[in-house]
């Protein structure tokens, strides 16, 4: 499985970016999508994810600011992040865990960075 991620970028403190993560095999393959990020120094860690039922999931920090949506017909997966924070810069990567495996792929990554 290849994924292709992008939408990273260079903002100021509290504009948006919308991540994308084109994947190459059809996104009913997987039990899930999701975005990860890694700032320097600090572990990756899970910034929200959807299942294939389409239930959604956030760490506390980006609720009611970050939106993972997907669309099926282009098994893209998308991350909206509204207000964003100096805290936010990271390198965000997507990943998927494959069905009936449970093994996982990851993106190549793509940098956020926000300027306060």
């Known amino acids: 499985v290849q994924l292709q991620a992008s939408g990273g970028g260079l903002v100021q403190a509290g504009e948006s970016l919308r991540l994308s993560c084109a994947a190459s095999?059809?996104?009913?393959?997987?039990?899930?999508m999701g975005w990860y990020r890694q700032a320097p120094g600090n572990q990756r860690e899970l910034v929200a994810a959807?299942?294939?039922?389409?239930?959604?999931g956030y760490a506390d920090s980006v609720k009611g600011r970050f939106t993972i949506s997907r669309d099926n017909a282009k098994n893209t997966v998308y991350l909206q992040m509204n207000s964003l924070k100096p805290e936010d810069t990271a390198v965000y990567y997507c990943?998927?865990?494959?069905?009936?495996?449970?093994?996982?792929?990851w993106g190549q990554g793509t940098q956020v960075t926000v300027s306060s």
């Open positions: 990943n998927v865990e494959i069905r009936g495996s449970g093994y996982q792929y």
């Open positions: 095999r059809n996104i009913f393959s997987f039990n899930a």
């Open positions: 959807i299942t294939i039922a389409g239930t959604t």
